[in-house]
């Protein structure tokens, strides 16, 4: 019998479950159960398109998506953007370039919440 290890994302976050909802990381799920009770609406992993399918010398191009950790809104508009990050998780270049392409399509700026594993606290700073 072969018993198989389970494998961690890409930047070895430990993925967890918390009221039925699987959070890609720690930082993930202390950040919902921070925001849980607001009374604001909130989205998790909503996807929003930053770039349109598009063809060129006829070969398409799929549409590029960007999907930020939690957003929130007042009513239906979109009020706040945030992406957690765990640690000393740094921004990839590839992760702030589709950050800075949904900032310029919906002109809302991103917070990053970076967590310290050491307090369970989190800071908040827009990108």
Wanted: with cysteine; net charge positive.
């Amino acid at each position: 019998m072969v018993i198989r290890k389970r494998r961690r994302g890409k930047y070895n976050a430990q993925p967890v479950v918390i009221d039925g909802i699987r959070f890609a990381s720690k930082a993930e799920g202390a950040y919902y159960m921070l925001i849980r009770n607001k009374p604001q609406k909130v989205t998790i992993q909503e996807s929003f398109e930053i770039l349109s399918a598009f063809k060129i010398n006829g070969k398409r191009y799929s549409a590029r998506k960007y999907k930020p950790d939690f957003c929130f809104y007042d009513g239906e508009k979109l009020a706040k953007v945030v992406d957690v990050k765990g640690g000393n998780a740094t921004l990839t270049t590839d992760a702030r370039l589709r950050m800075l392409l949904f900032m310029i399509r919906y002109k809302i700026p991103i917070t990053i919440a970076r967590y310290d594993y050491h307090t369970g606290l989190f800071t908040e700073e827009q990108l």
